[in-house]
Nanobody, 121 residues
Framework: QVQLVESGGGLVQAGGSLRLSCAAS????????MGWFRQSAGKERDFVAA????????YTANSMKDRFTISRDNANNVVYLQMNNLKPEDTAIYYC??????????????WGHGTQVTVSS
């Protein structure tokens, strides 16, 4: 069992940056791939980025790969999402998830409650 709590969201102007954190409790954090997803109002939840358990493999959605970076600290059971040059269309609730990895929602068994990111123009 893994519990996930996101933090770091907020209101930022276009062009600004935010770093989201996801703190995990439970056992064997490094065994899980970690992912970030986001969901805008009225839309489906979309893949943002993912990283393997040991941090050796990571991938980011093409539309965000030049601006968003995923990282993790297995010693402290935390995964991060650094977001730069934010745009109004990045406004969404951002969720972290733990599971087997990949870009599919069904690959992740554990989810946080999300953190709101709002980008003003």
């Amino acid at each position: 069992q893994v519990q996930l709590v996101e933090s770091g969201g907020g209101l930022v102007q276009a062009g600004g940056s935010l770093r989201l954190s996801c703190a995990a409790s439970g056992r064997d954090f490094s065994r899980y791939a970690m992912g970030w997803f986001r969901q805008s109002a009225g839309k489906e939840r979309d893949f943002v980025a993912a990283m393997s358990g040991n941090g050796g493999t990571k991938y980011t959605a093409n539309s965000m790969k030049d601006r968003f970076t995923i990282s993790r600290d297995n010693a402290n059971n935390v995964v991060y999402l650094q977001m730069n040059n934010l745009k109004p269309e990045d406004t969404a609730i951002y969720y972290c998830a733990a599971g087997s990895g990949g870009s599919s929602l069904s690959s992740y068994a554990y989810w946080g409650h999300g953190t709101q990111v709002t980008v003003s123009s």
